[in-house]
Each structure stands twice: as C-alpha cells, then as structure tokens.
C-alpha cells in the first residue's frame, strides 16, 4: 500500500476528527476507496475504535432515483445510524463524476430535502469530508491517476497545527474588520463583515482545507467581478462569469460560456442573487484548478464568493446571513490583484503583507 | 447487466423480504457484489423503499481485528441502524475466503460475542442471507466463475412458492414424528424428535434454500456417523469424520484429516458434542458441494447434522434444545441410504415415498 495513504488515515482520525478508544465511527465511501478504508479499519482498531462503512455509489443511487416515481420518506435508519455515532467521515471516491446526469433535477432536489435531517445529524458530530484519488477525479483535473495522487496528497498531508497558526493572523484581521475589497483585473467589489465571524478553516471538517472565511452582510456586497475559472452547478460548466452587485443584489450577469446556467442558478430564489460566503484560499499545495470545491476553493491566492445561503457559524448574534436553497462557491484569482480590509492592503501580488 | 441478477434482486425483495413502499432496507454487500447492488437499488426505488448499504470486506475487518487489541466495545451506532430497518440482506460476495485466516481465533470469538445484540436485532427483522457469485467463492467450489454462476442461479431462481408446498408433506411429517433413524453405508444413528417443531426452509431467510429441519432431543442421540463431505470450522477442513453417540453425547469421534480441528472443535463447551439440528435437503438443483454451507446443506439427498447450539425456533414449548456456542454442520449423502420416521421408511435411495 502506497504509504500516503496510511498517513492519510491516521491525519483523518487524529487531526480531523479526534478518535478516542469506544468511538464509534461511520465511513461512507465508494468501492474505489478500498485501500483507505482499509488504513482506516487499522487505524481505528489500533485505537479501540468501531467502525462501519456505508458503500457509497453514484451507480447505485441513480438505478434507485430512476425507479423511485413515488414520494420520498425519510430513511429512518440512516438517521438512527447517524444519531448514534461519534464521528462521520465521508470519502469522495467516485468512478464516474457524471453518474447521475439523467437523474432528473427536480428528484436529486426533493431527495436532498427529504434527508435533510441526515445531514444535520450528520454535521452535529465530530465530522470530516475528504478524498480518495480515483481515476474520474483525475480526468476531471485533466492528470493522470499518478499525477493526481501526488496533487491530493501534496494538498492532504501537510502539518495542519502549522497551517491553523498560519492562517490566526488573517482570521485574527478578518474577525476585526469592518470592510473587505477585492481588486483584481476586471474584479472590482467591496462589502461589509461587520458583526460577523471569520473561521479559520485548518482540516477538521474539510481534509484537505487552508481557508479563511466569513459571511458578507447581505445588502452590502456592491461592484463588479469577473471569475476567471471555471464553474460548475449541478454538472452545468460555465466559464467567464460576470456580474454586477448594487445593494448586495445582483443587477447585471453574464457569461462567456453557458449563460442560460447562469440565469438559471439566480433565479432559483431570491437569496440565489446574494452573497452568502467570502472565503481567502490559502493552500498553495493547491496549484491548479480540479475542478473539486473541496480543493478549488483553498487554492492559494484565492479569493472565492459563494451566491446564496450563509454558513451559521459565520453569522454574529444580532446579524442576519443570507437565505438560499443553493450555495454555489465561485473563485477568482487574486495573485495579481490585492484584497483590502478597512481600506489597508493585507494580500498583494497574492502575498499577505505580514508573510 | 447478467438478467439473471435482475432475477435475483426480485426473489429477494419479493420472496424472501416482501419489501413495501416506505421500508427502510439494509444491504449488507462487499465490493464484488456492485452489480446485486445496483438491480436492489433499482427494485427497491420502483418499489417506494429506502436502501442503505454496508460495505463488507474481509481485508478491512482483518486490518481491524489485528490492530485491535483493547477490549472490544458494542458498536452502538450498527446496534441503531438494525433497530431502525425494517428489512436486512446479506449478501456473501468475498474476494477471499482465507482472508481472516491470520486473525486469531480468540478476537474472532471475543468481537462474535459483544456483537450478538446486532445479530439478533438483525435476526428480529424480515431478513435474508444470500449469494453473490465471485471468484473466491467459485474457486473454493472447484469451478470457473461462469460455470459457479450457473450454478449459483440455479439454485437461486425457482418457483419458491412450489418448493414451500413440495417440502409441506415432509415439515408435517417430521413435525408428527417421534423418532428419526438415518441409514446410509456406515452411518445408522437414530433419535427422538418428540415436541420439536420442523421448519420448511424454502427460501424466506436462505436464498437458495430447500430442507426441513428440526432439533433432536439432546440426551436421545444414539448410534454412528460417517459424514463423507468435507467440514470447514473456522477456516480448519476435516474429512471421514466418524462420530459414536451414546446418550445424545459424543464418545467416540475420529477423522481421517485434521482430527485435531475435531478435537477442539468438540471440546468447545459441553454443548459441542451434542446434536443441535437435523436437516433433509431437498434442492436438488445444488447437484455438487461447494463448500459453502448456504448452498451445502440444501443439497439434495443429503442429510445433515449439527453438533452445537439448537435454534429456538425448531425447540418446543416445555422442551429443551441444545446450547453452545458452536453450531458446526455436517452432511451426510442420504442418496444410496434411508430416512425412516417412527420405523417408517420416508426416504429410499434419495426419493421420497411420496414422489
């Protein structure tokens, strides 16, 4: 077994997600996970630890969403499994990235609501989303499967104790600040983080993670930005979008590329046509787009923006954060621009002033 | 995909399960058994239910257990899940049947201990242990895989309501008698079976099935057994094991390879040299011994036995069935022999008087 994947495991159980003797631990992972799980089976058992895998599979759900015409229940035992556990871990380990592409939208979208209840459990425990290298997650990243294992575990296996004290100073500023800007190219936008709370992000719930983030004051976000990479919504790719913010709101929107996606994605709901995340990406193991959020959005030199619902965690007592059925993270590259807090420049060219 | 998998998903869900709209289902499958997986999810989405699958490996359990070296701990969380579920599939599917073999047999035995509760749970619910066919086990039945498939779907995909009502006459003769005698080249054992209730097996819980089986009163076991098909007992295969009962107890025991496994194996616990079950098999599609007891022990014209704990429900009301905690099947071929109840001969020569 390539050894990485050893040292993968036990970051995942020490680092992210603290495993002590009795825990008991729910993997959910697809088939091509297989070396991990295992690593994660001797990890937990060395730590008197009792796991159990949900085999996850784009395959299997799509033949099960096609056949189910009827209405959604909750799976009860999915929950009960859920609401006794210590610790979740989920692997992305697909085979097939576009496995449910003739699922219909509209069923994907009532099944999420009617698990709903899964995931909250879920995120109420000690919990950690992570990657296995597979070859669909490489073809999407444009590398061979060698290539891309090197990638995700350069991103991966890092001294995550180094980069949470890296990242105190900026989350430290980002807490303290009334006003971010961001200028970069065409991107021109500002808006106010008054009474918010920024959170530096350092491998607990996303391996690999390096980000700083917070929560726009929803009116506020006013200007233009351009994103440079790509981005994609419900398996929709769409390139050079732009748009125009006046009183948090989007006014004006286009795209080089699939603009009707573009159109489609703001007219989900009102909050859909707002900021509900500002994210500072920090991991400059990261160095090329992958099309994988898990990874894209800690790219370092970063900055990404995220139209629709606002974390909780990020909002401040008193504040509202923006509403929204989606959450759709979009990146633009700041290694030419700078990004301004209270009007004083603390990343320019793509360094921190204090590095 | 292979139709006759489509097949089996639907004996599974209908037959043995009687999966309805709204039941939550839990597969339990290894990574071989993708495609069973798949047609479940399909049959379980048209019929309205919610599946959840475990992924069973023998290489992460293996890892595990040898670095586990605590005290074991009841895993809550898979406590929960079966308590929840309306519905649990086993599926066997292993990529190696030696893949515990380097576990030792103590820990297998500690963790079987402490996981009772979930296999009772799981045994409280509609269950279902089947087959899916994979290298592993067609090399252990001596056959390429596509002559195992074969077979294996041979067994699997018939008229289960017909076998329910051809094994009917044979359930409430042996439910009737009071003696049972097994004539069959060295083999002349006999013993009562008064107030035990005979089971027709015919493919709700085992799939494939095919026997009736009841529990021996302890204490009346009399005569010898030769049981010229292999044994397996915990990874150990015995061959010409011949076993002298007196008093329902084993006096004298020999076997002509690895005498040593029946040795250990019979000194267990007292219950270990004492008869806990009697089958007939009568699937006369499973023409050939696989060693796989699934398969094994409804073969037909074969009788088996087994020494060790009785199952509850053959044990009738003011009776008492044999404890341990072995349950160790043997087969005996019935096919140049004869089954007499009560001195009444019921099988000659493999057939049934009936027939």
Redesign the interface.
């Known amino acids: 077994m390539d050894p990485r994947i050893e040292e993968h495991a036990q970051i995942l159980l020490d680092w992210s997600t603290d495993v002590r003797?009795?825990d008991?631990?729910?993997i959910a992972?697809g088939?091509e996970a297989?070396e991990l799980?295992?690593?994660l089976?001797?990890?937990?058992?060395?730590r008197?630890a009792?796991?159990?895998?949900?085999?996850t599979?784009g395959?299997?759900?799509r033949?099960?969403?096609?056949?189910?015409?009827?209405?959604f229940?909750?799976?009860?035992?999915?929950?009960?499994?859920?609401?006794?556990?210590?610790v979740a871990i989920h692997v992305r380990s697909d085979s097939n990235l576009a496995a449910l592409n003739d699922v219909p939208g509209k069923r994907l979208a009532e099944r999420s609501r009617v698990h709903k209840p899964i995931i909250e459990e879920r995120l109420s425990k000690r919990w950690c989303l992570t990657q296995h290298p597979t070859n669909a997650h490489a073809q999407a990243a444009d590398l061979p499967l060698g290539a891309y294992r090197d990638f995700v575990y350069g991103a991966i296996l890092r001294d995550w104790d180094a980069v949470e004290e890296y990242q105190a100073e900026l989350r430290q500023r980002l807490e303290e600040a009334s006003t971010v800007r961001v200028v970069a190219g065409e991107t021109d936008i500002r808006m106010s983080v008054e009474g918010m709370h920024a959170i530096n992000s350092a491998g607990r719930h996303n391996m690999p993670s390096g980000e700083v983030f917070t929560a726009p004051v929803p009116d506020s976000v006013e200007g233009t930005v351009l994103f440079d990479k790509p981005l994609i919504h419900q398996g929709r790719e769409m390139e050079g979008v732009r748009l125009r913010f006046e009183d948090g709101e989007v006014i004006e929107s286009s795209a080089e590329r699939n603009e009707e996606a573009l159109d489609d994605l703001l007219d989900t709901d009102a909050g859909a046509r707002r900021l509900g995340e500002l994210g500072i990406g920090t991991n400059r193991e990261i160095d090329r787009f992958t099309k994988n959020m898990l990874f894209d959005e800690k790219m370092g030199e970063t900055v990404h923006l995220a139209l629709g619902r606002a974390y909780d965690a990020n909002v401040g007592e008193g504040r509202e954060g923006n509403d929204s059925a989606v959450h759709v993270d979009m990146i633009l590259d700041t290694s030419a621009g700078r990004i301004e807090f209270d009007g004083e420049v603390i990343q320019e060219g793509g360094r921190f002033v204090w590095e």
Do not use: F, K
């Open positions: 003797s009795g008991d631990v729910v992972a088939a297989r799980i295992v690593a089976h001797r990890e937990l058992g060395s008197g009792n796991p159990t895998t949900l085999y599979s395959e299997a759900t033949a099960h969403l096609r056949a189910h015409d009827d209405e229940t909750l799976p009860e035992h999915i929950l009960a499994l859920y609401e006794a556990c210590d």
